[in-house]
């Protein structure tokens, strides 16, 4: 079985500070983990991806075998980083994209 | 075109009505998803469609049923609902592999309300 687990329902920082948004996982195989977004009123989206090891929008995340985790960092938050973060993960099963429950980051000004 | 669209965007019914929820994607995406998301709660993965085969079904009651017609297409009826089937739906696509191959596009959702 496959599982996510994001341990902060709300984050609220004020805008200019780190911002850190955990995510452990639970699968036995080697997993692909994803960061989806949704800013308020619109659509779910794909923010990044582990294997593409890039930076979107200044937040970066890295795929920690070790310790089950894919945890997403910004050094500087911003105001329009306010929204709702799920992290996903994608077995071996290749379909099945299971998300956490959701952090809510509140970036205050 | 690189949306996916959901129609209606609300639905209101009864628990002896029969309904279908409508997704259309024009961006050569061959796997299709329906989430089921309550408020407050992630998206949970209802059924999944890979080229126009039902390839996952997450063992949802049987008054949802999926149709796939074509590649562009992907439907959910529904039949004899109960209150607590009351949710956002969402549909996504995406390449053929699935998440391990590309992004899952998501479209608005169908916010339904079952009385």
């Known amino acids: ?109 | 075109d690189t949306e996916v669209t959901q129609t209606p965007k609300h639905l209101v019914m009864g628990m002896t009505n029969k309904k279908s929820l409508k997704c259309e994607q024009h961006m050569g995406h061959r796997a299709m998803y329906w989430y089921k998301q309550k408020a407050k709660k992630p998206p949970e993965l209802m059924f999944v469609y890979s080229y126009e085969k039902l390839s996952i079904n997450e063992s949802v009651p049987s008054r949802f049923s999926p149709e796939c017609p074509n590649s562009s297409l992907l439907n959910l009826h529904l039949h004899a609902l109960q209150p607590e089937d009351s949710a956002l739906y969402l549909c996504a696509s995406s390449l053929p592999g699935g998440p391990n191959t590309g992004e899952l596009f998501f479209g608005e959702g169908s916010r339904l309300t079952v009385l």
């Open chain 1, 1 to 109: 079985a496959q599982r996510v687990t994001q341990p902060e329902k709300l984050l609220s920082v004020f805008k200019g500070a780190p911002v850190e948004l955990k995510c452990n996982y639970s699968y036995s195989g080697s997993p692909e983990l994803f960061w989806y977004v949704q800013y308020s009123r619109q659509r779910l989206q794909l923010l990044l991806r582990h294997i593409s090891r890039e930076s979107i929008k200044g937040f970066t995340a890295d795929l920690n075998k070790g310790e089950t985790s894919f945890h997403l960092k910004k050094p500087f938050a911003q105001e329009e980083d306010s929204a709702m973060y799920y992290c996903a993960l994608s077995g071996q099963a290749g379909n099945m994209l299971t998300f956490g429950g959701g952090t809510r980051l509140m970036v205050k000004p």
